[in-house]
């Protein structure tokens, strides 16, 4: 069985704090990691994968994976209002290209 | 980018009735879609995997029967809810893998809310 665990959340940091969101799996197999912001009442975005294990950077966001620990993160920094959504975190795996397995998903919300 | 829509954005219907939703890929060729549900402050789960030209394979406790799936070109897929009761009442996403190497992204359509009153 394929899980995907988050930290439950829900999470709420100060406008300009970094946001930390935490996720672990299970499979051993999975080798790409995604990062999806969704909205209330919106479909999911998405905003990081990462495929190798380090740092992978892109604007506000930075995503790490640790294979040996079977473990993801993602740090959001200058923490916007804007920012304020579910975030999922999901990995691959299988022999399905494309099938997903997604975490219960982490509420942030970033307060002025 | 890739760019997959999904029609209708919501929908009401009577129960027992039929309602059908389309995924499209519009900027690329998916062989491989997938649809999910997901219900109120609840992660999306995996209903079934859409293969272009091909049956489509349903996770355990999806009743195939009920939830019609045809992929019929490598842009289209569809999803009928047949006989659609309030406890189907959920928002429904598809995903689209865009054909071709080894690579494991897939991108959303818009969502559909589907209510059964």
């Known amino acids: 069985q394929k899980e995907v665990e988050q930290n439950s959340g829900p999470l709420s940091v100060p406008e300009g704090a970094i946001a930390s969101l935490n996720c672990t799996y299970s499979d051993r197999g999975s080798q790409s990691f995604f990062w999806y912001r969704q909205y209330s009442g919106k479909s999911p975005e998405l905003i990081m994968s990462i495929y190798s294990n380090g740092d992978k950077e892109d604007g506000r966001f930075t995503a790490q994976l640790n294979k040996a620990s079977q473990y993801v993160s993602l740090l959001i920094r200058d923490s916007q209002p804007s920012d304020s959504a579910t975030y999922l975190c999901?990995?691959?795996?299988?022999?399905?290209?494309?099938?997903?397995?997604f975490g219960r998903g982490t509420q942030l919300t970033v307060w002025p | 980018g890739a760019v997959v829509s999904q029609h209708p954005s919501r929908v009401i219907c009577k129960s027992g009735t039929s309602v059908k939703i389309e995924c499209r890929s519009l900027d690329f060729q998916a062989t491989t879609m997938f649809w999910y549900r997901q219900f109120p402050k609840q992660s999306l789960m995996l209903m079934a995997t859409s293969n272009e030209g091909s049956k489509a394979t349903y996770e355990q406790g999806v009743e195939k029967d009920k939830f019609l799936i045809n992929h019929a070109s490598l842009t289209l897929s569809t999803l009928t809810v047949t006989s659609a009761h309030p406890e189907d009442s959920s928002f429904y996403i598809c995903?689209?893998?865009?054909?071709?190497?080894?690579?494991?992204?897939?991108?959303f359509g818009q969502g559909t809310r589907l209510t059964v009153v």
């Open positions: 999901a990995g691959s795996g299988g022999s399905t290209l494309g099938r997903l397995y």
């Open positions: 995903s689209a893998r865009r054909s071709g190497g080894s690579n494991t992204e897939a991108f």
